[in-house]
């Protein structure tokens, strides 16, 4: 059984930072896709950025390329999602997940991973 476990979210003024982190506990294979997601209110869950092959491979949603960085310690088993120049279009639920079969880590839908945690706030007031 994989449990996925999110901290770091908080509230913070446009322009300004955040570092989400994601511990993983169970067992997976560097090939299996990690993700993160996010979701406001009455919009649909949104994938943000994937990092797969031992965080050799990354990929960055359009919305948040240049100011989020998706990266993986692998030795602590723990993704993180470091957020910079944050809009207040960034709040939101933020998940991370993980695809625990083989396959592609695209599309990145929610419907593509299987395993979730429980989400972590990110305000971010103007």
């Known amino acids: 059984q994989v449990q996925l476990v999110e901290s770091g979210g908080g509230s913070v003024q446009a322009g300004g930072s955040l570092r989400l982190s994601c511990s993983v506990y169970g067992y997976y294979w560097s090939s299996h896709c990690m993700a993160w997601f996010r979701q406001a209110p009455g919009k649909e869950r949104e994938g943000v950025a994937f990092i797969v092959d031992g965080g050799r491979t990354t990929y960055h949603a359009d919305s948040v390329k240049g100011r989020f960085t998706i990266s993986l310690d692998s030795a602590k088993n723990t993704m993180t999602l470091q957020m910079n120049s944050l809009k207040p279009e960034d709040s939101a639920l933020y998940y991370c997940?993980?695809?625990?079969?083989?396959?592609?880590?695209?599309?990145?839908?929610?419907?593509?991973?299987?395993?979730w945690g429980q989400g972590t706030q990110v305000t971010v007031s103007s």
């Open positions: 997940a993980l695809r625990l079969y083989d396959g592609g880590c695209l599309p990145l839908t929610a419907e593509n991973y299987n395993y």
